[in-house]
């Protein structure tokens, strides 16, 4: 075990005490100086651990606070350098990135906060963003055709999925478009805005908006059905980074549509039949709208869904809704 996990670990296991460098360098048979090396790596990574003179280091009760030094940390060298504007709560981060992206800010500013006060989500619904989640926006200057738009989700759910798996060891699977899922429950959604210009009506900028549940501990009894969470021991710096770090890899590469081959793999729906909302949305769970069957085919090499119906006839779905019994 490499000495900073050993740190980490009996920080962890001294349940709030403090621990001196001292006894660390005993316990762990190294020198201060390695201590205190792996005590400022841990913090870059994000975990708070108090330091007391005469009393030693502590990890505090929130292990998973994000600040802009762990978060570049995280980064690789490409992205070290991008624009971030971190918050504790914030109304919306897409908003914030909006209001950014109008006043110049350049491709691959993020803004990420810990809760939101009023998250957005898809056809006008409110998306709960209590404390303690991953909430981020990621401004996009398209450098590709605007009609590969719808890519954008795509790719960015990609990313997720991914991230998740690599920082976290889980397993997650993608509900198309925009939803990310473990174990039959959705722990994130994606929202994309598009900021056209007044004059020439073209799509200067794109809004990525990303919502990752790290816990359910405050989530009222009616979402606890469907919501869930990517829970862990894990940096959640960590998991923000690699998110952004393959969101913008995938979007920078658009025109690959590199990510294709994984987002059908990590379909949710390719294969079952689902319901079909067209028209007038449920924008509300309770909503009775009626829907139509249809068996999931396939996904194009534009996002669409392709879908059978019971008739005999395919459609390719670009917009609109689906829901599925997982």
Partial sequence: MATKDAVLQALQNSEGAFL???ELSNKLSVSRTTVWKAIKALRE????????TNRGYMLMS????????????CLPTRYKNLDLHIYDTIDSTNLKARQLAMDGAPHGTVVLAKQQTSGRGRLGRSFFSPREGIYLSIVIKPDFDVSKSVLVTSAAAVAVANAIEKVCGL???????????IDGKKVC?????GISDF?????????LGIGINTTVKDFPAELLATAGAAEGTYSKSALAAETITQALGYIEDLDSASF??????KSLV?????????GRYKVNPEDEITGVPARVLDIADDGGLIVLYADGHQEKLVSGEISIRI
Avoid: F
């Fill in 20 to 22: 001196s460098g001292e």
């Fill in 45 to 52: 990574e994000g975990h708070p651990i108090e330091a007391v």
């Fill in 62 to 73: 929130d292990s998973w606070t994000i600040t802009e030094d762990s978060l570049r940390a």
């Fill in 171 to 181: 397993e997650s699977k993608i509900k198309w478009v925009n939803d990310v899922y």
């Fill in 189 to 193: 959604g994606i929202l994309t805005e």
């Fill in 199 to 207: 004059e020439t009506g073209q799509i200067e900028h794109l809004i």
């Fill in 260 to 265: 294709l081959p994984a987002y059908k793999e």
């Fill in 270 to 278: 390719i294969g079952k039949t689902v319901t079909v909302y067209q």
